[in-house]
């Protein structure tokens, strides 16, 4: 970086050029007043407190808005500049209330701080005689326009940092005033809470209704979505009363989402967690000590055959506590029956990626989506499901940097800020995508010595790309060609492009061709293996990557390490000191087909709660309640732990210590900030207890450290992690090494397979289509407010009003053919069940597609949804089904 020389009152300073002289002053260790000054805005220059004097630059410019240059002196504290400054503040005073004392940003107020700096103590100007309603409607934070200073730190993020552009300055000079399109309301308009505009307001204009200031805090990861959001847990009286974003070195730049800032300490201290072990006895579960309950499962697990018995583990628990559940697994029952709810999401991006590349995960890193010239978003509706990579993609976006190509059928947020969105029919992305790469080889846009020099069957896939002509593509995906001609020109020829897909990709009959079609297009176009690049599947929770990679899968021990390759098998049954099954285990769909027909006869089940999460939840509800022996480990009562004999209560994220990897692939330390609640105990630990009582060697971890360490020791990819280098950060894998720096993006040289494979793929359409009798396609979604089954995110009240129950959404045309009006309760029925839920009628949804979540145990959508598998990767057909629908009487 190029450097300049100043003069900053007297003294030579060095600057980077293209700094402002207000960067360069405070890179000097200067200090100027600002108020509307932020480093994560863009210069806004409004409130004029950085005025300085610069020798021959007629006036006072404004420091944050003007460029330094080679040479420069710059006066940071004259008479004049003091004058400007005193009077800008007395009038900002003039014009706020003199109550600081119950203000509730008392002592961190910044209008506050540099009056104290500039010494004033009088009021020349009269007080306004204005009084603005204090809009209390948002749960999460108020909004005192008396407080407000009009700095635009609020608007600027909402636009400049979210995209979302909620809030901003309306009206004209004294009548100026921070409003919501059309003056709703905060709750009533299109804010989303995130609370950004509150992290960045200098007053007390924007504050949490949580007024009280933590003692201490402590540094961990967001519990929710696979983004790993980094946060600092503000703790008083041994309660996390506060959280604030991590700026340095975290991989969500300081951001974080509704859910990440307003939705944790309320579930943490909820009257409702579990907190001491219950057993049932004479058919009602009652209160045991932890030795009861853990000799009696035991000694009730040891009963069973290895073929008897399955373990289901949890993308919502650290990494450790994965390692030592699949270990348990495979030790102390003698299975390879463990999987966990990766099945349900993304296990074709493992099926699909590894015969592509090798490898089954995100290829590149979230900070490079800022740099892609283009972005492909294709089954992922990034604003609800992963926000702070919406953020990302908006950023990307709005700066003019950055395509956007948004493919869903339904009308997400995004398509508000995509040059071309492809609205094709659900369950149609293989026809969609080879009709893109048709066009790319037809115009000879592909990158052919890419292709030539990394990849092999190019022909055989080029060959296949025959049943695609654009014709026939429009007729399945119902896109017009010329749409996907434009899409296709648009990803080819804006480089670096990266393609960003989740559940909408994968949870199909055929997820891992889905997934093929994908790393086909990266590959067809060179945009692989390069900053900016690559097939990137966004996981849904927090450590659903780590589950996977510690061997939370029937298939592979950690790492991926195949269970039928003998030499691994040895290298594992040395370590483990035990002999190991050489038989892929059940996956989890195969788990409950078993447990209904009575081969699986017991299950220890953690952190999931399959009676509302899995497809066809009546089936696996009655396959749970046939079980002999039910084990169940959570935080709460969930629908599932009430079938069980055993629930043990498990201690939060924020009571425990362990390790997240995170959607791309970075592995970062969760850091106990209390005392876990009640009598609940860390997953880790309740898994050897389990391990040692049933007379195990291998079990007697006393820290999360020492299973790293072990994991390290077993885990090519994790061979360099441990909890000293994860002390300021995270490390991605691979990391084979201790001075390994870690990967931020795969396969630069070589693919992890060697060469990346192209995959010929035919168009198969879902397993149920609609008929006379079912004449709608169901169709599952996320609300930005709630996560998976609600388990969590019900427990928070803040959420709850956003987002109170199931709603139906449907398009007009339907809703009238069939006499519905909007908000009213509706019947929605496939070939397995029915769900009474609210109908919203919104041209979101396209022309014969409904869609639902499944966060509401009152209308439990998974009732409906199709076990149909796809062969490979064994994942549901969780997005597409044949439903109908009418008022329910
Ligand atoms: S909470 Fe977020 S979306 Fe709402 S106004 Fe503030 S920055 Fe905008
Ligand atoms: S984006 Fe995901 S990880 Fe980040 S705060 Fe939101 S839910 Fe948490």
């Known amino acids: 970086m190029e450097k300049i020389s100043l003069t900053i009152d007297g003294q030579q ?8 002289v207000l960067e360069a002053v405070q890179a000097a260790g200067i200090y100027i007043p600002t108020l509307c000054h932020d480093p994560d805005l863009e210069p806004y220059g409004a409130c004029r407190l950085c005025v300085v004097e610069i020798e021959n630059v007629p006036g006072l410019p404004i420091a944050c808005t003007t460029l330094a240059t080679d040479g420069m002196v710059v006066h940071t504290e004259t008479p004049a500049v003091n004058q400007v400054r005193h009077n800008v503040v007395e009038l900002l005073t003039a014009d706020h209330p003199s109550d600081c004392l119950t203000c509730p940003q008392n002592q961190q107020c910044e209008l506050q701080k540099v009056a104290a700096y500039l010494g004033i103590t009088r009021e020349p100007f009269p ?26 730190r609020c608007t600027r993020a909402c636009n400049e940092i979210t995209g979302v552009g909620a809030i901003d300055l309306s009206y004209r000079g004294y009548e100026t005033k921070v409003t919501t399109f059309g003056d709703k309301l905060l709750l009533e308009s299109i804010c989303q809470s995130c609370g950004e505009c509150v992290t960045h307001c200098p007053t007390g204009a924007l504050a949490p209704k949580e007024s009280r200031q933590p003692t201490h805090e402590v540094l961990t990861i967001c519990p929710y979505c696979g983004v790993g959001c980094q946060m600092y847990l503000g703790i008083r009286g041994g309660q996390v009363i506060s959280v604030r974003a991590r700026s340095e070195g975290s991989p969500n730049r300081g951001w974080l989402c509704v859910k990440g ?35 009696l499962v035991a000694s009730k697990l040891a009963n069973y055959k290895n073929d008897e018995v399955a373990v289901i583990s949890s993308a919502k ?68 499901a992963h926000p702070v990579i919406g953020f990302f993609i908006k950023q990307a976006v709005l700066k003019g940097e ?152 029937p298939n592979v021990y950690p790492g991926y390490q195949a269970v039928s390759d003998p030499a691994i098998r040895e290298k594992f049954e040395l370590a483990w000191v035990c002999p190991l099954s050489a038989e892929p285990g ?17 299950i220890y089940l953690v952190g999931e709660n399959p009676v509302l999460s899995e497809p066809c939840a009546r089936h696996a509800q009655e396959a749970l309640m046939e079980l002999d022996f039910l084990v169940v480990q959570d935080l709460f009562m969930s629908e599932t732990a009430r079938l069980a004999h055993v629930v043990l209560p498990a201690a939060s994220f924020a009571e425990k210590e362990g390790t997240f990897t995170n959607t791309e692939r970075r592995v970062q330390r969760v850091r106990k900030a209390i005392a876990p609640l009640g009598d609940s105990k860390p997953d880790w630990w309740i898994a050897s207890q389990i391990g040692q009582r049933m ?43 201790e001075d390994h720096p870690g990967t931020p993006y795969l396969h630069s040289q070589l693919f992890a397979r060697g060469k990346g494979r192209f995959m010929p793929l035919k168009y198969k359409p879902p397993m149920e289509l609609p008929d006379d009798e079912y004449p709608l ?51 929605v029925t496939s070939r397995r069940g029915e769900v009474v839920a609210k109908a919203k009628v919104t041209e979101v949804s396209p022309v014969g597609v409904v869609a639902m979540s499944f966060h509401f145990a009152e209308s439990p959508t998974n009732v409906l949804t199709n076990p149909a598998l796809d062969p490979v990767s064994k994942i549901p057909e969780l997005k597409v089904c044949a439903v109908k629908v009418e008022k329910a009487i």
């Open 13 to 20: 300073v060095k600057a980077k050029k293209g700094m402002t």
């Open 127 to 152: 007080k306004t005689t204005r009084v603005f309603p204090v809009d209390i409607s948002n749960p999460f934070f108020d909004l005192d326009r008396n407080r407000c200073i009009l700095c635009a």
């Open 261 to 295: 800032r307003y939705g944790i300490s309320e579930f943490i201290h909820h009257p409702e967690r579990l907190t001491t072990p219950l057993v049932r006895r004479n058919g009602k579960l009652a209160e045991a000590t932890w030795d009861e309950a853990l000799d």
């Open 317 to 384: 628990c650290t990494n450790e506590d994965n390692y030592v559940i699949q270990k348990l697994a495979r030790v102390a029952l003698g299975t390879n029956n463990v999987d966990h709810c990766a099945r349900l999401c993304h296990a074709p991006t493992v099926t699909g990626l590894v015969q592509s590349f090798g490898s089954g995960a995100m290829t590149n890193s979230m900070n490079e989506i800022g740099d892609a010239a283009c972005i492909l978003a294709i089954g992922t509706n990034t604003t609800a």
């Open 402 to 553: 950055a395509k956007l190509i948004v493919a869903n059928p339904r009308q997400i947020d995004l398509c508000r800020y995509a040059d071309i969105w492809l609205r094709h029919k659900p369950g149609t992305d293989v026809a969609l995508l080879m009709g893109m790469m048709r066009v790319i080889v037809d115009e000879g846009l592909l990158d052919s010595s890419f292709i030539k020099e990394r990849c092999e069957n190019f022909d055989a896939f080029k060959e296949s790309l025959n049943d695609f002509d654009l014709d026939f593509v429009e007729g399945i995906t119902g896109v017009p060609k010329e749409k996907v001609v434009e899409a296709a020109r648009l990803y080819a020829t804006n480089k670096p492009a990266t393609l960003l897909y989740a559940m909408g990709i994968t949870q199909h009959s055929h997820g891992t061709d889905n997934v093929l079609a994908t790393a086909n297009l990266a590959m067809l176009t060179g945009n692989i293996g390069k900053p900016s690049t690559g097939v990137n599947p966004l996981r849904g929770q927090s450590n659903v990557q780590g589950a996977c990679d510690l061997g939370a899968l």
């Open 586 to 602: 059940l996956t989890l769909t195969e788990i409950f087909e078993a447990g209904y027909r009575r081969q699986i006869k017991a």
């Open 695 to 737: 007379g195990n060697k291998g079990f007697d971890f006393t820290h999360p450290s020492q299973i790293m360490d072990e994991i390290a020791s077993l885990t090519p990819s994790y061979g360099g992690i441990s909890y000293s280098r994860l002390e300021d950060g995270g490390l991605q894998w691979p990391c084979p090494t």
């Open 777 to 827: 396609i169901l169709t599952t979604e996320r609300s930005l407010f709630h996560f998976h089954t609600g388990t969590i995110t019900r427990k928070v009240r803040g959420l709850n009003i956003f987002r109170p129950e199931e709603l139906v959404e449907m398009n007009p045309a339907d809703a009238s053919a069939l006499g519905i009006a909007d908000g009213e309760m509706i019947k």
